[in-house]
T-cell receptor, first 113, second 114 residues
């Protein structure tokens, strides 16, 4: 079955430290890949997306993600986090064959001062 | 911000009563989606629409129905609400399937069934 795994439910990072959030997916072919962020009480906002081409994609708010086909991964990174990055982050994948986005369970990012 | 409005934003209802949630868009996007969000589950697709009067089931459609009589409106109905339907419901829109190039989300509706 198709699935998306975000292995970390919570991650705590000090302000100014680097960040990597993991996302692995299970599909037969290269899917469309997305990272979304959700602040408390808010809807979801797209951070970045990968459809094809360069496997390192840049997004908003200083985030980037790298697609690694061999590892079926699409990890999100940021070199230096800010307190305002505290939120929940969701990885999602989509396929040509259907209309559905499949979502990971989310990773809650906590920033230590 | 994309023009998506969900109403109501909060609702408390009793078990067994019907409930309708509304999603209204001003972007003229073809695709509309209803998701529910529960802790530990991420977002799960309930129903989606690929045009006026064109809808289909998602992953967790049991107990829910939808209607789309106009491009701008997508209604989600719980025919007889149950406590297991207590959740936060999100509407999303996109120009293409799978949210490609991007899905825009509403602010959510928090539904409590008592």
């Amino acid at each position: 079955a198709q699935s998306v795994t975000q292995p970390d439910i919570h991650i705590t990072v000090s302000e100014g430290a680097s960040l990597e959030l993991r996302c692995n997916y299970s599909y037969g072919a290269t899917p469309y890949l997305f990272w979304y962020v959700q602040s408390p009480g808010q809807g979801l906002q797209l951070l970045l997306k990968y459809f094809s081409g360069d496997t390192l994609v840049q997004g908003i708010k200083g985030f980037e993600a790298e697609f690694k086909r061999s590892q079926s991964s699409f990890n999100l990174r940021k070199p230096s986090v800010h307190w305002s990055d505290a939120a929940e982050y969701f990885c999602a994948v989509g396929m040509d064959s259907n209309y559905q986005l499949i979502w990971g369970a989310g990773t809650k990012l906590i920033i230590k001062p | 911000d994309a023009g998506i409005t969900q109403s109501p934003r909060h609702k408390v209802t009793e078990t067994g009563t019907p409930v309708t949630l509304r999603c209204h868009q001003t972007e003229n996007h073809r695709y509309m989606y209803w998701y529910r969000q529960d802790p530990g589950h991420g977002l799960r697709l309930i129903h989606y629409s690929y045009g006026v009067k064109d809808t289909d089931k998602g992953e967790v459609s049991d107990g829910y129905s939808v209607s789309r009589s106009k491009t701008e409106d997508f209604l989600l109905t719980l025919e007889s609400a149950t406590s297991s339907q207590t959740s936060v419901y999100f509407c999303a829109i996109s120009e293409k399937p799978q949210g490609a190039p991007e899905a825009f989300f509403g602010q959510g509706t928090r539904l409590t069934v008592v």
